[in-house]
């Protein structure tokens, strides 16, 4: 009978939206550490139900974290929580690891397509190895890369007076520069006082905070407030983007 079934339906949302709500984030943690130890598909499908419990934890911790965001940078604020959280299951096809399973959660928040867009966006990766977050335009393609660099030359000025304000460097102090080219890209002087800026291929800042401060109950607004504190660097690299995919 529908009734019947209906009446199921609302049961099981309703005792797995319970035990969503009674959960302690650093749950989440600990079933990353045990997929960690145990990562292949026999353990995966016998631990599936808390999988997706901590997955829906952690989506509703995505959800809160877009609507603190919003709050400062209003392109956010339509952005869905499907659109940004990253898959738990591993492309294999390519890499020597054939783990099937990440052994973190990652969300990628930002305007033109979640985890997908080219805009700069905010990252929270929860890890039992280290957990942070980052703002800013990670890996962009060729044609941005560029773009990019030029805008950085152009206006150096104005992303110094970013990056040196008491309110960034208070959390983020340089820019990640892994796979930073090892000399200044053709076409831009060599002599140029800012030069290790037009060396990266990732404009993008992060900040490392401990595992512990998950346990916290203003655990988002505490995330959130760090990550305003980079918005006007998100402010400056989307100028460009905007300019080259607009």
């Given at each position: ?13 309703f ?10 984030m650093?749950?989440i ?11 292949n ?5 016998e631990?599936?139900?808390?999988y ?5 934890e952690?989506?509703q ?16 604020k339509?952005?869905?929580?499907k659109?940004?959280?990253f898959?738990i299951?591993?492309d294999?096809r ?11 959660f990652?969300?990628?928040i930002?305007a033109a ?13 929860l ?12 890996c ?8 990019l660099?030029?805008s ?5 000025d104005e ?12 959390y ?5 520069d892994d ?14 006082p ?9 404009y993008?800042?992060?900040y490392?905070?401990?595992v ?9 607004e505490?995330i959130?407030s760090?990550?305003k504190?980079a918005y ?8 460009t983007?905007d300019?080259?995919?607009?």
């Amino acid at each position: 009978m529908k009734f019947k079934s209906d009446i199921s339906e609302f049961y099981f949302i309703f005792v797995n939206r319970k035990k969503v709500k009674s959960m302690n984030m650093p749950n989440i943690i600990s079933f990353l550490n045990n997929l960690q130890i145990n990562n292949n598909r026999e353990w995966f499908a016998e631990n599936k139900e808390q999988y997706n419990i901590v997955k829906a934890e952690f989506e509703q911790i995505s959800k809160d974290l877009i609507l603190e965001i919003s709050k400062f940078d209003k392109e956010i604020k339509h952005v869905d929580v499907k659109d940004c959280v990253f898959r738990i299951y591993r492309d294999t096809r390519f890499s020597h690891d054939k783990t099937p399973y990440k052994t973190h959660f990652g969300v990628y928040i930002a305007a033109a397509g979640g985890r997908k867009s080219k805009r700069g966006g905010y990252y929270l990766h929860l890890d039992p190895a280290g957990c942070f977050v980052a703002v800013g335009v990670w890996c962009p393609p060729p044609d941005l890369l560029k773009a990019l660099r030029k805008s950085v030359y152009d206006n150096i000025d104005e992303l110094n007076e970013i990056r040196q304000s008491a309110v960034f460097s208070k959390y983020f102090n340089h820019f990640y520069d892994d796979e930073k080219l090892k000399n200044v890209p053709a076409g831009f002087p060599k002599d140029f006082p800012d030069a290790e800026l037009l060396k990266l291929k990732h404009y993008m800042v992060e900040y490392k905070f401990d595992v512990n401060l998950l346990s916290q109950p203003d655990f988002v607004e505490q995330i959130a407030s760090v990550l305003k504190c980079a918005y006007p660097l998100n402010t400056f690299l989307n100028y460009t983007v905007d300019q080259i995919y607009s």
